[in-house]
């Protein structure tokens, strides 16, 4: 076993950092493993295929996941949410020449909300919701419905826009809410999702050349996988444990099948 494959148990729990960018392997290191399984030669080269294509894969989502700027997100969300609110104060302001501005293109936000968003944000005001029942040969909205709409929005222009902007707001918010609940902004352990993904395509081409996925300690494939991390000098702690979890979810996958996948 390789020093690069084992990771000392005080230096914390395993981060998805500790997953260098695997190697190809070459034929003769496939071949030699193969042999010591009695896994025919041309499965060999096939595993061989499949390995290579899999390291290209992990290559192109481990460069996405280092140049990914998760703290530019997160400014860029900032910066977004505080000028769409500093929008809403400007239409406060907004003098006659203005509001006429904006209610000449009242035909626009008309095709951007409909009639029970309008019934939503302005209860009581909104035109009331037609019971007239569209024909089956055709989905366009009733043109008194849509005449009725614009009509509200003509005079109403600035509070409609106003509604929109906040609605926009909201999504940021949400938005920003969601980006700092993720684990990695909290500081706590990360998903190995690298070993996940590896070991299901593992599982993959393991049956695929005729061999049984086992997640028994002394099974084959449980070799396969430590041979694999071993040479791609992968951490190999923890990995009898997430081999069985991760055989449960390759079989509940095998309805949809995808050989590469996150």
């Given amino acids: 076993m390789t020093k690069a494959s084992r990771k000392n148990s005080a230096t914390g729990p ?9 190697k190809r392997l070459s034929q003769e290191k496939v071949s030699e493993f193969c042999e010591g399984l009695g896994i025919s030669d041309p499965h060999a080269v096939e595993l061989k295929d ?13 460069s996405q996941e280092k140049a990914a700027n998760r703290q530019g997100d997160r400014d860029h969300i900032i910066k977004s949410h505080k000028r769409i609110t500093e929008a809403q104060d400007e239409l406060k302001w907004l003098g006659i020449d203005g509001r006429l501005a904006v209610r000449s293109a009242a035909d626009r936000l008309t095709d951007i909300v ?6 939503y944000h302005f209860p009581g005001d909104a035109p009331s919701k037609t019971t007239y029942r569209v024909p089956r040969s055709t989905r366009e909205p009733r043109l008194e419905e849509k005449y009725s709409n ?23 918010a949400s938005a920003l809410t969601s980006l700092d609940s993720d684990p990695r902004a909290r500081g706590g352990r990360q998903p190995l999702t690298y070993r996940q993904n590896v070991i299901l395509n593992l599982a993959s081409v393991w049956e695929g050349i005729g061999e049984k996925v086992v997640g028994t300690q002394n099974s084959d494939f449980v070799a396969f996988c430590h041979y694999i991390f ?19 979810d390759f079989r509940n996958r095998q309805k949809n099948p995808a050989r590469l996948r996150k």
């Fill in 14 to 22: 395993l981060q998805p950092a500790d997953f260098p960018a695997p």
């Fill in 114 to 119: 409909s009639g029970d968003w309008l019934r």
């Fill in 150 to 172: 614009y009509e509200f929005i003509r005079h109403r222009a600035r509070e409609t826009l106003h509604a929109l902007l906040r609605d926009l707001e909201s999504v940021l």
């Fill in 230 to 248: 071993e040479v791609w000098g992968w951490p190999t702690d923890g990995l009898d444990r997430a081999i069985p979890n991760a055989i449960k």
């Fill in 50 to 62: 499949y390995l290579d294509e899999l390291v290209s894969y992990l290559h192109d989502w481990m």
